[in-house]
């Protein structure tokens, strides 16, 4: 684990919890994946911004909470034209749950990651899903994990807010990384975080911007410095309009290439 000095203290709780909370006893998972790159290749071939929606029922920064379906919420992104689907399965800090999930990857045929704290291997076999999250600060034995995670048949998403960190992923043979814009210290967002790393990203890796995405203008600035897809949480969410429209949040989102929307 690397330093906590610097962690807000919602973080500093999250991981807590995260350390406490048990694996499966039932044995390791085995995963169908479905191709997070040939997902990629198709909204390409579409004409649509690969961007990845993300159920997230409540935050540390959200202004509330969203008591959707998050089945439906799910389809709705799908029918927005979301290339993948992002579920929080944290419960005590984001409202997750891995039963969810499990819910929506039977719902929709699109990629889904399993966004959470994962901290251990038996942490790997709580639910199966086609993408996983592994964020470099928190884990100490990254190239473990990232195996661990492959032989059950996971795509690793490994997450990095920095150069440092992205080294030490890509030297743990990442090949999906996902660049923050948030900060863990103040939960603080800048779109320049993903500016700064991605230049020395190579070509071969999937290169995914997380966070603090709002606008089409956001798309547009995130995908000039080199996304592949984009992770969207917030601004999809609206988690203050209550019952805003998933759906056209995405939409929105997913044509921003198309001009006609020049907020
Ligand atoms: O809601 P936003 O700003 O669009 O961000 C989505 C996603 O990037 C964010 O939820 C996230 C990125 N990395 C995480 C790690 C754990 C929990 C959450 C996250």
Do not use: W
Not at 94 to 123: C, H, M, N, Y
Not at 195 to 204: F, L, R, Y
Not at 214 to 238: K, T, Y
Request: net charge negative.
């Amino acid at each position: 684990m690397n330093s906590e000095t610097e962690l807000a203290p919602a973080v500093a709780s999250i991981l807590e919890a995260a350390r406490e909370r048990g694996g499966d006893d039932g044995g390791a998972v085995t995963v169908d994946a479905r191709s997070v790159s040939d997902a990629l290749a198709q909204a390409d071939a579409d004409g649509r911004v690969p961007v990845i929606a993300e159920v997230k029922p409540t935050s540390p920064t959200a202004d509330g909470t969203r008591e959707d379906d998050p089945v439906e919420l799910a389809e709705s992104m799908v029918a927005g034209g979301a290339t993948a689907i992002s579920v929080l399965t944290e419960p005590s800090h984001f409202g997750g749950s891995p039963a969810a999930l499990t819910r929506i990857r039977e719902a929709v045929d699109v990629p889904v990651l399993r966004k959470d704290f994962v901290l251990r291997e038996a942490q790997l076999d709580v639910v199966e899903a086609d993408l996983l999250l592994l964020i470099v600060r928190f884990v100490d034995d990254l190239e473990g994990l990232i195996a661990a995670a492959r032989e059950r048949g996971f795509q690793p998403l490994v997450e990095v807010h920095d150069r440092k960190e992205l080294e030490t992923a890509l030297e743990a043979g990442a090949d999906i990384i996902g660049v923050n814009n948030r900060d863990l210290a103040r939960l603080e967002v800048d779109l320049e975080t993903f500016e700064s790393v991605a230049p020395h990203v190579p070509d071969d890796v999937t290169l995914i911007a997380e966070s603090g995405i709002a606008s089409p203008a956001d798309v547009r600035r995130m995908r000039e410095a080199g996304a592949d897809a984009l992770l969207v949480g917030s601004a999809i969410m609206d988690h203050a309009g209550g019952d805003s429209d998933v759906r056209e949040n995405t939409r929105r989102l997913v044509r921003a290439d198309d001009g006609t929307d020049l907020t």
